[in-house]
């Protein structure tokens, strides 16, 4: 299993108490497939993925990411890890609106202390795996909604991380550009194997995932019928 999680649970400070975030979850996504969670607002869903993308340290049990175990790991390793193994997929793709589609992915590279050329190369690529090949030197502002989403997914893919979290990616698109940006995932996921998990509201594409899994409340209960 690329992704872990076992008997995790997370609190935050609320009050005079402690509000549970997450009640001892346990997940494991293999790599090369996608896992869908969806549950109402306020369920868990955001913490699940934060935990995962080692962005909170849990109150107990496992995160396990490609391999190493997360706990003990301090800011500059989860930070290395997260670079190197972990691709995270916004909601929004907040683009920098001075880059072109190919500057978006080469700065990735650059934060990683990636060549410049090869980083180029590495960008074209990603960009023609997610059908944009021909818009490299376009700027956010002329590219369609659809379009910058993928970017934003290749960009996730520029370190090619074992692990792929995503956040809402069809939220602000219509219903045809939504499940071609979910048909992308799953491609790319089966493609570079990495370990997909989606968080999602649109229940209408569920049938793309591998496994679908609902949250409730801070725990992960059967899964939902697709």
């Given at each position: 299993?690329?992704?872990?999680?076992?008997?995790?649970?997370?609190?935050?400070?609320?009050?005079?108490?402690?509000?549970?975030?997450?009640?001892?979850?346990?997940?494991?996504?293999?790599?090369?497939?996608?896992?869908?969670?969806?549950?109402?607002?306020?369920?868990?869903?955001?913490?699940?993925?934060?935990?995962?993308?080692?962005?909170?340290?849990?109150?107990?049990?496992?995160?396990?990411?490609?391999?190493?175990?997360?706990?003990?790991?301090?800011?500059?390793?989860?930070?290395?890890?997260?670079?190197?193994?972990?691709?995270?997929?916004?909601?929004?793709?907040?683009?920098?609106?001075?880059?072109t589609a190919a500057e978006q992915l080469q700065v990735m590279a650059?934060?990683?202390?990636?060549?410049?050329?090869?980083?180029?190369?590495?960008?074209?690529?990603?960009?023609?795996?997610?059908?944009?090949?021909?818009?490299?030197?376009?700027?956010?502002?002329?590219?369609?909604?659809?379009?910058?989403?993928?970017?934003?997914?290749?960009?996730?893919?520029?370190?090619?991380?074992?692990?792929?979290?995503?956040?809402?990616?069809?939220?602000?698109?219509?219903?045809?550009?939504?499940?071609?940006?979910?048909?992308?995932?799953?491609?790319?996921?089966?493609?570079?194997?990495?370990?997909?998990?989606?968080?999602?509201?649109?229940?209408?594409?569920?049938?793309?995932?591998?496994?679908?899994?609902?949250?409730?409340?801070?725990?992960?209960?059967?899964?939902?019928?697709?």
């Amino acid at each position: 299993m690329t992704l872990t999680l076992a008997d995790v649970t997370l609190t935050y400070p609320d009050g005079d108490g402690r509000l549970t975030a997450l009640d001892r979850i346990s997940l494991d996504v293999p790599a090369g497939s996608l896992t869908a969670v969806v549950g109402p607002s306020g369920s868990g869903k955001s913490s699940l993925l934060a935990v995962a993308a080692t962005l909170v340290t849990p109150d107990s049990g496992r995160v396990v990411v490609a391999g190493t175990e997360t706990a003990g790991l301090g800011r500059k390793q989860q930070a290395r890890l997260r670079r190197e193994r972990i691709g995270i997929v916004f909601q929004q793709p907040n683009l920098l609106p001075s880059l072109t589609a190919a500057e978006q992915l080469q700065v990735m590279a650059h934060l990683s202390g990636g060549a410049v050329r090869a980083a180029r190369g590495r960008a074209l690529e990603l960009l023609d795996a997610v059908g944009l090949a021909d818009q490299a030197g376009r700027r956010p502002h002329q590219l369609s909604g659809g379009q910058r989403q993928r970017i934003n997914i290749a960009r996730a893919l520029m370190n090619d991380p074992a692990v792929l979290l995503v956040d809402e990616p069809t939220s602000a698109l219509d219903h045809e550009r939504g499940a071609a940006v979910l048909d992308l995932l799953l491609a790319l996921t089966r493609e570079r194997s990495t370990a997909t998990v989606l968080v999602t509201h649109d229940l209408a594409h569920l049938d793309r995932a591998d496994r679908t899994v609902r949250m409730d409340d801070g725990r992960l209960t059967v899964p939902e019928p697709v």
